[in-house]
């Protein structure tokens, strides 16, 4: 986990170079970095990015609260001449383990899921099952 804050600490600080250049930018958001972050906080970030074009993938996911909070705001901020809303992929939680209270008492809660973020008009999801999400990604 150190080591993954620090490479994304790095890549936040060349994002501005990164932006000169022509290609799609994937942003690699830790959990330490959304760890203590309200669900608005949350959403704000990955918001900005995905409205700068940017894909967004979290390494462990938004809870379905903090998701559904998402899209809510993103239907709000829609705009026909702007910014054309996000497409949305995560792994489903695991089907081969007890995800419940007695699983979660016991050590086995699987509710860490990636999430790939990214604007609808750049991202297309071409396959997605328990192990691979495949999209298709477009540059500006």
Same mark, same amino acid.
């Given at each position: ?8 600490? *790095?890549?936040?600080? *060349? ?17 330490? =970095?959304?760890? %203590? ?8 970030? +990955?918001?900005?990015? /995905? =409205?700068? %074009?940017?894909? /967004? ?8 609260? @903090?998701?559904?909070?998402? +899209? ?17 992929? *995560? ?21 860490? =899921?990636?999430? /790939? +973020? %990214? ?5 297309? *999801?071409?396959?997605?099952? @328990? ?5 298709? /990604?477009?540059?500006?």
């Amino acid at each position: 986990m150190k080591y993954t804050t620090k490479l994304l600490s *790095t890549l936040g600080d *060349t994002m501005t170079e990164t932006k000169k250049h022509n290609g799609v930018q994937i942003d690699l958001i830790s959990s330490d =970095r959304l760890d %203590g972050m309200a669900t608005m906080e949350k959403i704000q970030l +990955i918001l900005d990015s /995905v =409205r700068d %074009g940017d894909i /967004v993938i979290l390494e462990e996911g938004l809870t379905p609260d @903090e998701e559904s909070r998402l +899209i809510e705001t993103t239907m709000s901020e829609i705009d026909p001449d702007g910014f054309n809303g996000i497409e949305i992929e *995560t792994y489903p939680q695991s089907s081969g383990g007890d995800s419940g209270l007695f699983g979660r008492i016991m050590g086995n809660d699987d509710s860490s =899921r990636l999430t /790939v +973020i %990214g604007p609808a008009d750049q991202i297309e *999801t071409l396959h997605k099952d @328990e192990t691979v999400i495949s999209a298709l /990604v477009s540059g500006n």
